[in-house]
């Protein structure tokens, strides 16, 4: 299993890791601006846009095992929706190796339960799950337009995100399928006062996947953390208010420095 992996910019080293059916190429213009203070090591996940996909993963504890090899000593993770909890994952595996993590969009439980208010009803999911085996470039459209409900540039954002969607080509089905289920199974709460490194959390105030109040509740429980409510922001808030999250993650990364990559 190859993993495709775009490094540019200087400084200290920063992994980026994207969300469920996308790749590296989904983060947009704010970037540019990004790579002026860090090295970026910009992934595609594994069975995502150009990496291979090991047919060993089954969780995202392997998930995360296939994405280290790619992690700099030292780096920051940036991990948005599911790659927020292949961050956090990480951060739980191999905590000397990292140095801040990034969390955008970023719940440690994806689906709403008795104990859980702040998720995703199942019912959404299922139809997701089953929308895999008819039509499963429709099934990644819906699910794009979610990511954009009730941001205030809901369609310039969907426009981005669907603009972009083929650009590293199509994900492999099984890939898709694994990472619904990753969706559906990860708990990650009761590692969360374990995970000491330095965090931001931010989340967009009308996001409809990973709603605002996981963030708050992520950020509560990371012993380290700091919460950045964006307003008016969706799913997206990289896409949808660039500079806003641009200042908050470059100041974050100025005040955990790490050293220059090599």
């Known amino acids: 299993m190859t993993l495709h992996v775009e490094i540019r910019g200087a ?24 790579a002026l203070q860090a090295r970026l090591h910009v992934l595609d996940l594994p069975g995502h846009g150009r990496s291979g996909w090991p047919a ?39 905590p000397p190796h990292l140095r801040a993590l990034v969390l955008v969009a970023t719940t440690p439980k994806f689906l709403a339960g008795p104990d859980w208010e702040h998720g995703l009803p ?11 085996a008819g039509d499963y470039r429709r099934t990644v459209q819906n699910f794009l337009a979610l990511q954009t409900r009730g941001d205030e540039h809901a369609l310039e954002t969907l426009r981005l995100l669907r603009g972009r969607l083929a650009a590293h080509g199509e994900p492999d089905r099984e890939a898709l399928a694994v990472g619904l289920g990753i969706l559906r199974e990860a708990d990650l709460r009761d590692a969360l006062p374990r995970i000491t490194l330095p965090a ?6 009308h996001d409809r996947l990973t709603p605002p109040g996981a963030g708050r509740a992520l950020a509560a429980s990371l012993p380290a953390a700091r919460f950045r409510l964006v307003e008016r922001s969706g799913h997206a808030p990289f896409l949808s208010h660039p500079a806003e999250v641009l200042a908050e993650v470059g100041g974050f990364l100025g005040r955990h420095p790490g050293e220059d990559a090599a």
């Open 200 to 205: 931001l959390v931010v989340a967009g105030e």
């Open 11 to 34: 400084g200290p080293d920063l992994v980026l890791l994207h969300g469920w059916a996308l790749h590296g190429g989904m983060w947009g213009p704010w970037l540019d601006a990004l």
């Open 56 to 94: 060993q993963v089954r969780d995202l504890a392997g998930l995360a095992r296939a994405v280290f090899p790619a992690v700099p000593r030292g780096a920051a993770v940036l991990g948005w929706s599911l790659g927020g909890l292949v961050a956090l994952e990480l951060a739980r595996q191999h």
């Open 122 to 132: 199942p019912p959404v999911l299922d139809e997701f799950s089953q929308g895999l």
